[in-house]
């Protein structure tokens, strides 16, 4: 059974587009989280959704929302694509937003932007 | 801004070896620190430090705290090839949010 899983595993779309990756978990989480890791492997958080609440690090443009139709499902929707955007994504999910859980990633999903 | 440093960036090995890898941070309002085993995919938790100088062991692989240096250590004793991977420290401060460092490439040869 997997715990986190992403869909799909691999996106390649041109610049300008609109795209959406999906992030589903069922081990009951409270919080889930979209990480970007570049092709240097530096995973940076991009949000965490916690019980409706939204926490967006400040350095994400406009241009990414999270949607979370129900709290086992935390979609990414990218709206104009950049070259830029070209990166593996994380979806990742923790029990809570408290210090002492550890998160769970999914598979993570390569996005090229051509 | 927090910060997460790793060292070294890479490290090649052969099996039997011990190494220690090396995690430093600058964070506001420190709560705990993570350690990571990213292999082709994702990231696998290893280890949570929160108290300092309280060693955590799982089999060959251990981690420890020092916050008085901000600082953590990973030693992995007696490698074998399938300790090869991305060891990614992760800090976790004001917000809740983990600051990942750049990961350390571990490479073991038989």
């Known amino acids: 059974d997997t715990a986190v899983s992403q869909t799909p595993k691999y996106l390649v779309t041109q610049m300008g587009n609109d795209k959406s990756i999906k992030c589903e978990q069922n081990l009951g989480h409270d919080t889930m989280y979209w990480y970007k890791q570049d092709s240097k492997k530096f995973l940076k958080i991009m949000f965490s959704?916690?019980?409706?609440?939204?926490?967006i690090n400040e350095t994400v443009p406009n241009r990414f929302s999270p949607k979370s139709p129900d709290k086992a499902h935390l979609n990414l929707h990218i709206n104009s694509l950049e070259l830029g955007d070209s990166a593996v994504y994380f979806c990742a999910s923790s029990p809570g937003l408290a210090a002492a859980y550890e998160q769970y990633f999914g598979p993570g999903t390569r996005l090229t932007v051509t | 801004e927090d910060k997460v440093v790793q060292s070294p960036l890479s490290l090649v090995v052969h099996e039997g070896d011990t190494v220690t890898l090396n995690c430093s941070y600058e964070?506001?309002?420190?709560?705990?620190l993570l350690w990571y085993k990213q292999e082709k995919k994702a990231p696998t938790f290893l280890f949570m430090l929160?108290?300092?100088?309280i060693e955590k062991k799982s089999g060959r692989l251990s981690s420890i705290l020092d916050k008085k240096e901000l600082s953590s250590i990973l030693n992995i004793t007696a490698t074998q090839t399938g300790d090869s991977a991305i060891y990614l420290c992760a800090v976790r401060g004001a917000g809740n949010m983990l600051t990942f460092g750049g990961g350390t490439r571990l490479m073991v040869k038989p």
């Open positions: 964070v506001t309002n420190f709560r705990s």
């Open positions: 929160t108290s300092s100088g």
């Open positions: 959704y916690n019980n409706k609440e939204l926490i």
